[in-house]
């Protein structure tokens, strides 16, 4: 099996998640006993979050390059940034290391177009829903057609990733909120929703969907374990 490199921290809610889908799934494929081969280096979102503020976006590639450099002289055979926002610097990060990243809007939408949809709603933080690193990527690479909520809503979204579940904080009252989101999403027009921030699994999912839900967060972690054991399946 190959070894799983993570760069994680952003947050660390999220990316306790990562290692755990990680491992239940190389269990359910391989054994009872299995764990994934995985090493992660988190970088302190607290430092993030302010480059991320104040648009200084160079100073965050430095770090995550600086990440991807101590995952590769560790042993890690792929790079898996845990976060849909920081996918922003993906090209730079690549561009730094020799091991392939596997990118977080690749593995999604693959998914999307498996299940034969071609307009979804996207949730995420204002960097990923406003910008076009993002939609962008989904629309030229797939085809894929992408509505998000009014701004009014997505600046409601992004504060509860930043104030509540980046900070480990579940309310019952922001479920409603997403909830009334993807319902206001759907009605226009999207036939699946797009969980794009790797926290927001820990607030919704299928069951909060009259439309099919795509979490960013399993299906990269799944996509992980997909390049980890495709040595095994080859040979």
């Known amino acids: 099996m190959r070894v799983i490199g993570l760069i994680g921290g952003m947050s660390w809610e999220s990316s306790s998640e990562y ?14 006993l299995y764990s994934a081969k995985s090493l992660m280096y988190p970088v ?13 976006w160079d100073e965050a590639a430095a770090v995550l390059i600086d990440a991807a450099g101590r995952l590769e002289r560790g042993g890690a055979a792929c790079l898996v940034l845990c976060t849909n926002t920081m996918h922003k610097l993906a090209e730079e990060v690549q561009s730094a290391t020799r091991l392939p990243l596997l990118h977080i809007a690749d593995a999604t939408a693959k998914q999307i177009k498996a ?21 962008g990527r989904l629309a030229k690479r797939f085809g894929l057609e992408v509505v998000v909520p009014e701004t009014s809503k997505q600046q409601l979204v992004h504060r509860i ?17 997403y909830t009334e989101i993807m319902d206001g999403l759907i009605d226009d027009g999207a036939e699946g929703i797009i969980l794009g921030c790797t926290e927001i699994m820990l607030l919704v999912g299928q069951t ?16 992980a374990v997909d ?9």
């Open 44 to 56: 302190n979102f607290h430092e993030i979050e302010a480059m991320q503020r104040s648009g200084r």
């Open 115 to 135: 299940r034969g949809i071609r307009k979804v709603g996207l949730l995420g933080t204002a960097f990923t829903v406003e910008q076009d690193f993002y939609k």
């Open 208 to 223: 909060e969907s009259r439309v099919p839900v795509f979490d960013t967060t399993r299906i990269h972690a799944e996509a």
């Open 19 to 32: 290692y755990r889908i990680v491992n239940e799934v190389t269990r359910a494929r391989l054994g009872p």
């Open 161 to 177: 990733i930043y104030d509540e579940l980046c900070q480990g904080k579940v309310l019952p009252e922001s479920k409603v909120y």
């Open 227 to 235: 390049f980890a054991l495709e040595d095994l399946y080859v040979n």
